[in-house]
């Protein structure tokens, strides 16, 4: 059992719940009491980035360090995970997939990770020639930028706008400086010979504003001289520069990958002078798809794993295929080639030798995975049958991993709006049992529920109740906390233990709130009674004879009784003198007989029971006042205020928002629905009974 203190947050001065571990825990209390503050202050708490503080009540903000937000109780607690609105529309119904991270939720749990162990110890070998293998690493980066340098055409031939050919298709214009051009030589060749030429290029701008130079203010006016100066920016694109010069840069630290002959023919035609041939773009794209070809090798052992193997057909023939054959790469057998090669095709030779074993592996761990998937297809798409939604997910297989994707009966595809499709009640259905396979999946230590279930009808409460607490895949041996104002759910578990939670049972606690102070009261299966008992026991335990009376029409009303026991109590509770009958004909006064017989009934409830008496009662105001003020029960107070304002508040200056409340929302709602007795558990929230003192005090 663990026991949370909660101080100043929000509304809450002090509250204190407990919490008992690996069971469901229902907190059901009005709205307006703190339930959503109490979730929000043990995340806050747990989470422990200073967001507890974004809690401190208003009206102690101005006093810095007094009265300051805090939590007891959950120091030990490592996680929490919590269904509340934010929930739905942050983590739900995403666009690529149903739930975010639905791989690691649905697929990646201790058994696929443990399958995952064996599997990836097999190219550990392989691996190894990789890991911290910097100079390595270095010339795959190389070998990347130029391929990608040198691109192509769907033909196959060397595209004229990749950066390599704007770079060398001309010419290399820097190694063959023209003669009039050869005075910036050292611009033209130092490190970053691009920046100097858009930087020469930006002054021709002001070469016709003087004779003097823009840049040095020395004379230009001997002929040619300006147009030796525009000549730059004429013969060299600063872009096509910096690619040269980068490409040039690249392949000097390639070169040793390189056999000795393609080195120098690299050599030639990267330092041609005029623009290359037929023969030299040949050359290129020739070096370009073996370089290609090494890099798509290099890259598969290097990213080879279960999800590279897991649709090959043919996993020896895959493994195989990835040996670097170097006599087949002419332009790449170098020494230093086969140097970084050789080692790499030994460690693959050694797995090639344990492909069996490797197979059995994969194939093994493959239908572990499609176990899961089935198992949880089965149980969402069963809940969303029996729900009567036209939806299912299906855990579809991507590049390295999985995810779950939503489908309707109507559509092919999945739907990636599923937000704009699914109505509110559906979404919150859905986004329920989505919930509970991450809370399975993460095991936080502490699953909060806030208010999850009131948003539908019965027969809708007690099927997802029972999707998430009925067998073994379910939460119902997690530590859970389900804060709610709606009763249904307590009543629904508290009365089906046996049937839903075989090996925990649950706790329900109503919760109560007076000048801040949240307290709770046990909720047992004998405090689940039908209102007509409530109304039995009260008029058989109460003092109030007000009070007495009030429950004892309503017992009648509840059983249907309708008949002249049931008239003269209303007629008291109005106020009435003399009591009526209503008739189609119009009000007539209640026979000697029939008062009679409506006395007798009522005294076998009411002993002693004495219509004037109490009528004198329900009229003097000032007595009326007294007892509602006596009154400790919330309850009572609404029910001797709905009398008071009916004799002693005219028509016409009654509060519309408290008439509401009064008559409506603790009338009908409550009364005819609740099942705990309210002189032990006082539902009504405080604000309404401090809205009925206000009135009579203004009264």
């Given at each position: ?356 074993e490797l197979k059995g592996k994969i194939n093994k761990h ?147 709130s007076i000048a801040g102070v949240v307290s709770e009261a ?41 008949g002249e026991e049931y008239n003269y109590l209303a007629n ?128």
């Amino acid at each position: 059992m663990r026991t949370i203190k909660i101080e100043n947050c929000n509304s809450i001065e002090s509250a204190e719940i407990k919490i008992t571990e690996g069971v469901l825990n229902i907190k059901y209390g009005p709205n307006g009491l703190g339930k959503s503050t109490i979730a929000r202050s043990i995340i806050s708490s747990v989470a422990n980035d200073g967001s507890l503080q974004g809690l401190k009540p208003f009206k102690y903000r101005g006093v810095p360090g007094e009265h300051e937000p805090s939590v007891q109780g959950v120091e030990d607690i490592g996680s929490v995970l919590v269904f509340d609105d934010t929930y739905v529309s942050q983590f739900v119904f995403q666009r690529d997939e149903v739930l975010k991270n639905s791989f690691d939720i649905f697929i990646k749990n201790d058994a696929f990770l443990g399958a995952m162990q064996e599997i990836e110890e097999l190219f550990s070998g392989i691996k190894s020639a990789f890991d911290n293998n910097e100079e390595l690493e270095s010339a795959i980066s190389d070998l990347k930028e130029l391929r990608d340098a040198f691109g192509v055409t769907k033909k196959g031939e060397l595209s004229k706008s990749s950066k390599g050919y704007k770079a060398f298709g001309s010419g290399n214009k820097i190694e063959n400086i023209p003669d009039e051009l050869k005075p910036f030589e050292d611009f033209l060749k130092c490190e970053q010979p691009a920046s100097w030429i858009s930087w020469q290029a930006k002054g021709n701008a002001f070469l016709e504003l003087s004779d003097n130079c823009p840049y040095c203010a020395s004379s230009i006016q001997e002929p040619g001289k300006k147009d030796t100066a525009k000549q730059v920016s004429k013969e060299y694109d600063s872009k096509a520069v910096e690619h040269l010069n980068n490409l040039r840069t690249i392949i000097d630290r390639l070169g040793k990958y390189f056999e000795q002959t393609c080195r120098e023919k690299l050599e030639s035609v990267t330092k041609s002078k005029i623009e290359l041939s037929p023969e030299e773009i040949n050359f290129l794209a020739s070096l370009r798809g073996d370089v290609e070809t090494l890099l798509s090798k290099l890259e598969g052992l290097r990213s080879i794993s279960f999800f590279s193997l897991r649709d090959v057909e043919k996993i020896e023939d895959e493994v195989e295929k990835l040996k670097v054959d170097l006599s087949l790469l002419e332009k790449l057998n170098s020494p230093e080639t086969t140097s970084v090669v050789e080692p790499i095709n030994t460690k693959l030779q050694e797995l090639i030798e344990r492909v069996g074993e490797l197979k059995g592996k994969i194939n093994k761990h493959k239908r572990l995975i499609e176990k899961s998937i089935i198992d949880n297809q089965s149980s969402i798409n069963d809940f969303l049958s029996s729900a009567g939604y036209k939806y299912s997910v299906t855990i579809q297989a991507e590049a390295d991993s999985y995810k779950m994707k939503l489908v309707h009966q109507d559509f092919d595809e999945h739907i990636e709006t599923a937000s704009q499709h699914l109505s509110y009640g559906e979404k919150n259905a859905f986004a329920l049992v989505l919930f509970m396979h991450q809370v399975l999946s993460e095991k936080p230590d502490l699953a909060i529920l806030d208010d999850p279930v009131s948003s539908f009808d019965k027969t809708k409460k007690f099927a997802i109740l029972n999707e998430l607490f009925r067998g073994k895949a379910s939460l119902r041996d997690s530590t859970v906390l389900m804060l709610t104002h709606d009763i249904e759910p307590a009543i629904d578990v508290i009365r089906s233990v046996k049937r839903l939670f075989q090996h925990s049972k649950p706790t329900a606690c109503f919760l109560s709130s007076i000048a801040g102070v949240v307290s709770e009261a046990e909720i047992n299966e004998c405090d689940i009674q039908t209102f007509a008992q409530i109304c039995e026991t009260n008029v058989r335990d109460l003092s109030d004879e007000v009070i007495k009376c009030i429950y004892l029409r309503r017992h009648f009303e509840i059983l249907n009784d309708l008949g002249e026991e049931y008239n003269y109590l209303a007629n008291l509770l109005h106020g009435r003198a003399t009591p009526i009958r209503k008739t189609d004909a119009g009000d007539v006064d209640m026979l000697p007989e029939e008062v009679e017989k409506a006395q007798a009934r009522i005294e076998e409830f009411i002993p002693g029971f004495d219509y004037g008496e109490l009528l004198k009662i329900l009229t003097d105001k000032e007595e009326m006042e007294r007892r509602f003020f006596d009154s400790t029960i919330g309850y009572d107070k609404l029910q001797l205020f709905r009398v008071y304002k009916a004799m002693h508040i005219p028509k016409g200056k009654e509060d519309g928002v408290l008439q509401k409340f009064v008559n409506e929302t603790f009338h009908i709602e409550n009364e005819y629905v609740m099942q705990l007795n309210p002189h032990k558990f006082d539902n009504v929230p405080e604000y309404v009974v401090l809205e009925c003192e206000r009135a009579l005090a203004g009264d």
